[in-house]
């Protein structure tokens, strides 16, 4: 008989309430906020083995995941902000984030999806319009 090499995948579950594992990432903390003009995504981690980087997703309830940033991992114990400022500036829409956790080999998994309702006000809305045209 032949000797089998399994080779160790940790997936998504939930470990102690509010812990989340995603291949060599522990999660304690996966939230989003606006602030008023930009997108704040904000996450921490308890445990990172082997991590390259995160790369932060976003999309609507009518578009795919694209990726808006990219993170490099510090580390265990970390904690690690993202600022969207590419969000469109509109009062009500509902954007979707996700984290794309890679690994050195370039093993790729992903986080839970958090949402946020962007609210801007309607000063900002209109010199993001603006901006927008001249992209």
């Known amino acids: 008989m032949k000797n089998v090499k399994l080779k160790y995948f940790t997936f998504l579950f939930l470990v102690a309430g509010t812990t989340v594992i995603f291949a060599n990432a522990l999660l304690s903390v996966f939230q989003a906020h606006s602030n008023g003009n930009d997108i704040i995504v904000e996450w921490q981690t308890t445990?990172?083995?082997?991590?390259?980087e995160f790369v932060v997703q976003r999309k609507t309830t009518t578009s795919d995941f694209i990726d808006?940033?990219?993170v490099k991992a510090k580390g265990s114990n970390s904690y690690y902000t993202y600022k969207d400022e590419s969000a469109y500036k509109t009062?009500?829409?509902?954007y979707i984030y996700r984290l794309k956790i890679v690994d050195k080999d370039?093993?790729?998994s992903y986080s839970a999806e958090v949402s946020v309702s962007h609210n801007v006000s309607s000063v900002k809305r209109t010199w993001g319009?603006?901006?927008?045209l001249f992209r």
């Open 47 to 52: 445990q990172e083995n082997n991590l390259k």
């Open 68 to 70: 808006v940033g990219t």
């Open 91 to 94: 009062t009500g829409t509902l």
């Open 106 to 108: 370039n093993t790729i």
């Open 129 to 132: 319009s603006i901006k927008a």
